[in-house]
């Protein structure tokens, strides 16, 4: 019997996970705090081990034009640290955090929320194809793309993977 193999185009890849910001750990203690001083908190990571507590966030300005540099980050990672070490009753940690930068990969699809009115390209299964537009609404199963005026609505489930678009 013969196999068939799939196109080399295809792409086979998992979809695109929602978890919401509820459940991320620390996250609505973090939230509030971060918009406190004029940004969003994308992503927050916290990995325990026996002698240290890795700490990952990612934040962004509530503007989707806006720019994060260095004087940002420091001002929210004083003030972030500081919480989180009260909220894991450990000083024993180690914390990174960035902005997203502008070949930012969107990892989990609550982020399409954070985003809106940026630029992305999406990998859609549905058409093996990027398709890009701008950020124009996004819920818990779709996110919705305006491109040329014309919206497009795409189920994250049909998202193999998603990028910014950079413009010079």
């Not at 196109?7 to 406190?36: N, Q, W």
């Not at 908190?41 to 962004?60: C, E, F, G, R």
């Not at 300005?61 to 909220?87: F, M, S, W, Y």
């Not at 609550?110 to 990027?130: Q, Y």
Request: proline fraction near 4%.
């Amino acid at each position: 019997m013969d196999s068939v193999l799939p196109s080399p185009f295809f792409y086979v890849g998992k979809k695109m996970d929602y978890t919401p910001y509820s459940k991320i750990k620390y996250y609505a203690e973090c939230a509030p705090l971060v918009e406190g001083l004029g940004y969003k908190l994308v992503d927050l990571k916290i990995v325990p081990s026996k002698t240290l507590t890795k700490i990952s966030a990612i934040i962004t300005g509530t503007d989707p034009t806006q720019n994060i540099g260095v004087n940002d980050c420091a001002k929210v990672h004083r003030v972030l640290l500081t919480r989180l070490e009260a909220l894991l009753g450990t000083e024993e940690t180690t914390m990174e955090l960035t902005s997203p930068g502008i070949e930012h990969n969107l990892k989990n699809a609550a982020e399409f929320s954070v985003f809106t009115g940026r630029e992305v390209r999406v990998w859609d299964k549905t058409v093996n194809d990027w398709v890009s537009g701008t950020i124009k609404a996004a819920d818990d199963k779709k996110v919705i793309l305006v491109s040329d005026g014309t919206e497009k609505s795409i189920e994250f489930e049909n998202i193999a993977k998603a990028k910014f678009i950079y413009n010079k």
